[in-house]
């Protein structure tokens, strides 16, 4: 718990959470027609017949969809349901245009799985009920006065998984992390972009208070209309101070559905208990039976990734990062395949972090991009890294390099020698120049003998102005010493740090 | 008027003694004459038939249906012809894709003269639950055609046309083709796709066809079916050539009745007639033994469960907001509202709310799921049935055709009509209704029932009997008061 504004009365109740978590599967087409499911069509232009619910028209399943469903539901530790089934989810809406959707209800394709998260440094297990196959409904658009709605069906169609937590969630900040968790295995097994603003990712939330040592769940309401992962953590902080405030009056949650109002950062009630719908679930006689044989099953497993957590495990194990880098590295698939690559090139594993987690990731959050379409490869940056390591380059200067690099995308070699960067550490070069900045300033040598030992720096800056800044400031460093004694032996060294 | 058979028309266009486009005008011809009285059309496409039937004309005659004329229920889509399903909601829909079906009978050389009138989505067996006209039965224009498919068995009853298509949820087809005099066949489930087939119970529906012989059936079925990757439900088995081998006889094969069929409300004219069909495939070597179907009393409860059950869901598209008839109103909910209330008749409505009632929590194990289980009770009654024989021969229906209006207030009476017809839709079995003699004047029919995509086997038999029954169908005088 973040501990922040707690009150006394808050901290008498513990919160309880549960997530239903909508993912939209990465298919090229719809689940159940050939529609393409690109986001940002022009409205109403991805549709036939099938996912308009002409009359006549049937389902048909798109194996894909099912193989991105297994996979997710394979990566959340989940027991799959090899012969499963659809049904259908009776509900009027004008977005919805059979009037029912496709969905799956008592026999999921995955359930009983898990997914560990890291709160205050320890691992948690949150439990998954289940993980289940259905379409995605049309999109409404309500005019600001009322007078009409328009609706868009390029969405319908789309094949979705709902992720049903356990209610093993105990704050709202443990429901984010669950969500990011969540979000980057999705990532990882390619099978969503998770893209919470484009709507490929959605959360609703159920939280319900209880005294502590109470084994019974309270009264719960149930949030919609989060769509960020910190608007789901402040609704539910919201709803979990509303609860206490209702709770402690003596007061009795009632259970609702409520929706998150962005604007007040409030939630509202949207509909009460007795409004909520009779869905009038039943099998969707229209498709057969889902048979998913041993050896798809066997196969879709065998092609999982490394998943997020084991990875970081890894970097820790056997790269010596510090476990905080291997979290940032781990956290985007991308990232973590990006980092890989630059340490495949014969790159120390911590200094790439440093890079990547540093000038990479400040660049690409500056820029927009992904880490796909990166401008310095990872092949680059490694090469970049050993002009650094070699002392052709300062670490300042690389840094200098690596811009260049990222707006040219050209090599640091041929960075370094175009802008005639090279670091100067031949002595013989440096002897005439260091000469003449001890012959110009007498007064520093003389401040330097007298034991004021920061003269040498002031000499050290005045070799590499002359040089502009091209010089090797530790072999600058040696050729003063050596010509103007040293007062207390060992004051020169340090590696290419800050000079 | 002539009657002419599949068989006959594409026999005369291989000989050169017509071409297509002459067929479609004697047809179109024949619709105007007759069906001032009969009311089986909903529309007839003049224009469309003529011109597809002249693009045949010359061209070499290939395919069984080659330059053949017919017509489909109006619940079949169409595209760019306007589809009904015989609703208000629907009154003007124009489908923008044609039923696979349709395709196929497009690529078989057929040429399509028009859709039939039938029960609004077809929910009846009457063909007066129609939103727009009654259709009358052609041996006695007071009476009804059956139904929901009337349309269709009244005008090849009619002589309009040579064949049509229907649909079969509980007896659609074969009740009305019992009715009017015609054979009807409705195929295995998933044998024939339902792409395109507007959509009453879809764990039930199955397209087959009305012709004036078996022979024409099987023709026509082979044109049919076949999986069809739009449907699911469709199933890839081999399809056979269904017209040969029907002149193999019946001796041998095992004919079954069934001991414990329902009795009460079966005409004796009926049960007499059924009777002597039996006698006749006896006669011809067939071995008749006895088989019992103890769970067939509960199918007509069991049906008018589960088709309201997938009617209430499969109907709820009709909203008004995409398609067909929209209500104006000030919020949804009142368009919803008075946009179905509108567009759906009687019957439907009854059905959409038992079908809500059936499902709605609290409610659905004491109804749907146990509907189910008696589902697969009957559907094992079947299995051993068919261990003991080949087919099963009983009544199609239990009375000759009755009287518009007779049975429009009761509806419960209306549901009887189907009571041996329903077990075949919740077996998923093929079931054939063939003419088998008139009872005071009008056509009766008998049942063959067989194993599961043995269609063969069903027209086999239903072909001996036709060739051995002795006597011909009278063709309609078209005589009455309408
Ligand atoms: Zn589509």
């Known amino acids: 718990m973040s501990g922040v504004s707690v009150s006394e009365a808050r901290a008498s109740y513990e919160t309880v959470i549960g997530l239903e978590v909508h993912v939209e599967l990465k298919t090229r087409s719809k689940i159940f027609c050939g529609c393409s499911t690109s986001f940002g069509a022009p409205p109403n232009t991805n549709v036939c017949p099938v996912c308009l619910g002409h009359p006549g028209t049937l389902p048909v399943l798109n194996e894909g969809a099912v193989e991105l469903a297994l996979r997710a539901a394979l990566a959340l530790n989940c027991r799959i349901n090899q012969d499963c089934k659809f049904d259908r989810k009776n509900y009027f809406y004008p977005d919805l245009p059979k009037g029912y959707q496709i969905s799956q209800y008592d026999q999921p394709i995955g359930e009983d799985g898990y997914v560990e998260i890291e709160v205050g440094g320890e691992r948690k297990r949150i439990g998954i009920v289940r993980v289940h196959l259905e379409e995605d409904a049309g999109k409404s658009m309500h005019a600001p006065d009322g007078s009409h709605t328009l609706v868009d069906y390029n969405r319908t169609g789309v094949p979705l998984i709902e992720i049903v937590s356990k209610p093993d969630i105990r704050s709202p900040e443990e429901a984010r992390l669950y969500l990011e968790a969540i979000k980057s295995i999705m990532e990882y097994c390619d099978v969503s972009d998770c893209r919470m603003e484009e709507g490929s990712l959605r959360c609703d939330a159920n939280i319900s208070l209880r005294p502590f040592g109470q084994r019974e769940f309270g009264q719960k309401t149930e949030l919609k209309n989060m769509n960020s992962f910190r608007n789901v953590q402040r609704a539910l902080e919201y709803e979990a101070e509303r609860q206490t405030a209702v709770l402690s009056a003596g007061g009795v949650v009632e259970q609702e559905t409520r929706r998150f109002d962005e604007a007040t950062q409030t939630t509202v009630s949207m509909r009460s208990k007795e409004e909520a719908h009779d869905y009038r679930y039943f099998p969707e006689p229209d498709l057969v039976r889902l048979h998913i044989s041993d050896e798809w099953l066997e196969r879709v497993r065998g092609s999982l990734p490394e998943l997020p957590l084991a990875k970081r495990d890894r970097y820790v194990a056997e790269l010596g990062l510090p476990p905080y880098d291997a979290g940032v590295l781990t956290a985007d698939r991308g990232v973590a395949e990006y980092f890989e690559a630059v340490v495949a090139c014969g790159a120390d594993p911590k200094t790439a972090s440093n890079w990547v987690m540093g000038d990479v990731l400040a660049s690409l959050k500056a820029t927009g991009e992904r880490i796909q379409a990166c401008p310095v490869s990872p092949a680059n940056l490694a090469g970049l890294m050993k002009q650094v390591e070699a002392g052709r380059i300062s670490i300042k200067q690389a840094r200098d390099v690596f811009k260049i690099m990222w707006d040219t995308g050209k090599d640091a070699e041929t960075v370094i020698r175009e802008q005639g960067m090279e670091q100067i550490s031949d002595e013989g070069m440096l002897a005439a120049i260091v000469d003449e900045v001890i012959a110009n300033n007498p007064k520093s040598v003389e401040d330097y003998r007298s034991g004021k030992t920061k003269a040498l720096a002031a000499l050290v800056g005045q070799t590499m102005k002359a040089t502009k800044g091209k010089a090797n400031p530790a072999v600058v460093n040696k050729l003063i010493l050596e010509r103007i004694g040293s007062p207390d032996s060992g004051a020169s060294g340090g590696g290419p740090a800050d000079a | ?482």
């Open chain 2, 1 to 482: 008027m002539s009657v002419h058979t599949v068989k006959e028309i594409v026999a005369s266009l291989r000989r050169g003694e017509a071409k297509p486009s002459e067929w479609a005008a004697r047809i179109l011809e024949c619709i105007r004459r007759a069906d001032g009285r009969v009311g089986a059309f909903l529309h007839v496409d003049e224009e469309g038939a003529l011109a597809r039937a002249k693009s045949l004309d010359g061209q070499p005659v290939e395919g069984t249906l080659f330059g053949v004329p017919y017509a489909l229920k109006d619940n079949i889509c169409t595209a760019g012809l306007r589809t009904t399903a015989a609703s208000r909601i629907l009154e003007n829909y124009v489908p923008p894709y044609s039923a696979t079906v349709a395709d196929k009978l497009a690529s078989a050389g057929a040429v399509l003269v028009g859709k039939t009138n039938m029960d609004e989505f077809a929910m009846g067996s009457s063909t007066e639950n129609s939103a727009f006209q009654p259709t009358r039965n052609p041996y006695d224009l007071e009476r009804v055609p059956g139904g929901s498919s009337g349309g269709s068995a009244a005008a090849v009853a009619a002589g309009m046309v040579p064949f049509a298509l229907g649909s079969d949820t509980g007896g659609s087809i074969r009740q009305p083709a019992a009715f009017c005099g015609v054979v009807g066949l409705k195929p295995t489930y998933g044998r024939v796709s339902r792409y395109g087939l507007i959509a009453f119970a879809s764990s039930l529906d199955q397209i087959g066809p009305f012709t004036r012989t078996v022979e024409d059936a099987a023709l026509v079925l082979e044109a049919i079916s076949g999986f069809d990757p739009h449907d699911s439900t469709s199933v890839d088995e081999p399809v056979e050539r269904f017209a040969d081998g029907l002149d193999t006889g019946v001796r041998g094969l095992r004919v079954g009745v069934v001991t414990d069929i329902q009795e009460e409300g079966l005409h004796p004219g009926v049960k007499q007639a059924v009777e002597q069909a039996i006698a006749v495939l006896q006669g011809a070597g067939a071995e008749v033994v006895e088989v019992s179907l103890p769970h067939s009393r509960y199918a007509v409860a069991t049906y008018y469960l589960i088709a309201p059950a997938e009617a209430s869901s499969n109907l709820a598209r009709y909203d008004g907001v995409r398609y067909g008839r929209r209500a104006d109103a000030d919020t949804l909910l009142e368009m919803y509202e008075r946009t179905r209330s509108e567009g759906f008749g009687m019957e439907v409505k009854r059905r959409i709310i038992i079908g809500t009632y059936a499902l709605s929590s609290g409610y659905y194990d004491a109804y749907y799921r146990r509907a189910q289980q008696m589902r697969t009770l009957i559907r094992q009654d079947f299995d051993r049935a068919f261990e003991r024989c080949d087919v099963i021969a009983l009544p199609t229906a239990p009375t000759p055709a009755f009287k518009l209006g007779e049975q429009l207030d009761d509806p419960l009476q209306m549901y009887l009509n189907d009571m041996y017809t329903i077990p075949a839709n919740l077996a998923g079995i093929p079931g054939i209704s063939v003419p088998c003699g008139l009872v005071e004047g009008l056509p009766v029919g008998v049942q063959i029932l067989g194993r599961a995509f043995d269609e063969q086997t069903v027209l086999r038999a239903a072909h001996a009997y036709e060739q051995l029954r002795g006597f011909e169908m009278p063709v309609p005088a078209l005589e009455g008061s309408a």
